[in-house]
């Protein structure tokens, strides 16, 4: 069973920051392709971030231009998204999602699975 737990959420300016955490449970974090993905009412999914399969290297979505960044923390079974210069357009419930390893491919995202998501907004 996959299991996902996020936090971190919050209301901040434009130019802000947030730090994201995902709690993953053992055997998720062990078996499954990771990352976050975000979704803003009315609109479609957008993958943000995700560990490459094979070497569990961090990749983006082009769009993020370096405000973004993942990472992991091995010994306790979590994922960081550190959000920088948000933006109003960055708003929306952000997911720590999972997915079949084939996944994390680089040219796709982990939305097989989600927690149940934390609040991100920005104003300007």
């Known amino acids: 069973q996959v299991q996902l737990q996020e936090s971190g959420g919050g209301s901040v300016q434009a130019g802000g920051s947030l730090n994201l955490s995902c709690t993953a449970s053992a055997s998720t974090y062990r078996s499954y392709c990771l990352g976050w993905y975000r979704q803003a009412p009315g609109k479609a999914r957008e993958g943000l971030a995700a560990l490459y399969r094979t070497d569990k290297r961090p990749y983006y979505h082009p769009s993020l231009e370096g405000r973004f960044t993942l990472s992991r923390d091995d010994a306790k079974n979590m994922l960081y998204l550190q959000m920088n210069n948000l933006k109003p357009e960055d708003t929306a419930m952000y997911y720590c999602?999972?997915?079949?390893?084939?996944?994390?491919?680089?040219?796709?995202?982990?939305?097989?699975?989600r927690g149940p998501g934390t609040q991100v907004t920005v104003s300007s």
């Open positions: 999602a999972a997915d079949k390893l084939s996944a994390c491919d680089g040219g796709s995202w982990p939305f097989g699975y």
